[in-house]
């Protein structure tokens, strides 16, 4: 079942929460405002006449809050790092299974280079192997595109395994101009569900 993204009152993404999470939300009547169609309905226990309660929950849903701080950098692991480079190699641009990529260090770390999302990219096994304790220009490897920091929008996308059509909507419209978003292959991965 797909979670419900969540939303601060300003509409910056915060996270991907569950259902329960969410009911919670409308019980204590924390929803500013939803989007998204049809809303997903969670079901709770019977009364005594035999019916039962349930609760519509949209896909979208802001909450009462406002992030205190919406330019946070998402951590850098291999699953959004790999993700954010579209599950490529950025040295032989071939595509590969999450479990076939390595994180690469554009500055080796043994030559001063960080551990951050600019200084990191994805690479197979061979081209890493390949490229070694050098720079890509040492070794004669070209990066296939440019290494960014994912932002808020792009952060929480990077976290969905499952997402809806709405949720995916609005989440494209605050992705930046660093990748082809739209370009292909897919770079998301992520089934995108469409609720009839």
Known sequence: MARVLYLDAGGMPLRWISLEAAACLYAREQVLWELGSP??????????????SSLDIAPVIAGCRVSRNPVRVPSLTNAKLFARDQYLCLYCGEQF?????????????????LDTWK???????????????????????????????????????LQAHTILADQMAYLKAGLSRNRDWDGKPNIWQIPVLRMN
């Open 119 to 157: 200084n990191t990219c994805a690479a197979c096994r061979r081209c890493n192997q390949a490229k070694g304790a050098q720079t890509p220009e040492e070794a004669g490897m070209s990066l296939l595109a440019v290494p960014f920091v994912p932002n808020r929008f792009e952060a929480v996308l």
């Open 97 to 113: 299974p999450r479990s076939a990529l390595t994180r690469d260090h554009i500055v080796p770390v043994s030559r001063g280079g």
């Open 39 to 52: 809303p997903q309905s969670l079901h709770g226990g019977y009364n005594r006449s035999g019916l039962r």
